[in-house]
């Protein structure tokens, strides 16, 4: 068992190296990082890779919270919530591609996907940003699994705390930083000007906020209170 683990290690990491090497690039140099991605038009091992160590982490820093409101974090749930953020940045990333094709963009839906999983980095700084705030909402959506009012619960939660709003102040801050490296992305995997790349990225956050409130939240509010149902 222990070899076929080390084997399994030994085979991901120069993969993962890889990926990491990307990132810091995507940081360091975007502009010509997601230039080059743009050729990567095809399933790329070592940005998948990124993509599920982001979905990794935001599962992480959601649990603390999840564990105050009575989940047993178990290999179950861990399972279930890797794999929904691993396909909710994958949904996130088709939101951007469309977001380009309402531009007439040319990058290809693999090589916008890639690219959004490096960006995706941004979204774990933003979930540290929510982390004080979090227990209030997940208190919110567990009272709202017997009442059915997960948004008038959630609003009411925030208004009520002083650390949601410096907590929603510090999201805002790292969703700019967010809405910057899409321009980037676009702009590289597209070809697009300064004027395109922003209106492109503009769709894109509107496609991914749309997603967030039909997608995202009743996927979390389903899975959240299947789970305390079973407890």
């Known amino acids: 068992m222990s070899d076929g ?27 010509d990082f997601f230039k080059d991605m743009k050729l990567r038009n095809y399933w790329c091992a070592q940005a998948s890779l990124i993509g599920l160590v982001m979905a990794v ?14 989940i047993e974090l178990s290999k179950d749930f861990v399972s279930v919530m890797v794999v929904l953020n691993c396909m909710l940045l994958i949904l996130y990333g088709a939101c951007f591609w469309l977001g380009a094709r309402f531009m007439f963009g040319k990058g290809s839906l693999f090589s916008t996907i890639n690219s959004f999983f490096y960006i ?22 567990a009272h709202s699994c017997e009442l059915g009012e997960f948004g008038a619960n959630v609003i009411a939660a925030i208004s009520a705390s002083s650390v949601s709003r410096t907590s929603n102040f510090l999201i805002g ?16 995997v597209n070809d697009f000007g300064i004027v395109r790349g922003v209106v492109s990225a503009i769709f894109g956050m509107i496609l991914l906020s749309l997603a967030v409130i039909y997608i995202q939240e009743p996927a979390v509010y389903a899975v959240v209170c299947g789970y305390l149902g079973e407890n």
Request: glycine share 6%; aromatic share 10%.
């Open 57 to 70: 982490a935001l599962s992480l820093l959601s649990f603390p919270s999840l564990k105050g409101i009575g």
């Open 120 to 141: 995706s980095i941004c979204l774990v700084f933003m979930k540290i940003a929510e982390m004080p705030a979090l227990g209030s909402r997940m208190t919110a959506l």
């Open 173 to 188: 801050v790292f969703y700019l930083a967010f809405t910057v490296c899409s321009v980037k992305l676009q702009r590289g």
């Open 5 to 31: 683990i080390f084997s399994v290690i030994k085979s991901v990491f120069p993969t993962f190296v890889a990926g990491a090497k990307d990132l810091q690039r995507s940081i360091i140099t975007p502009t």
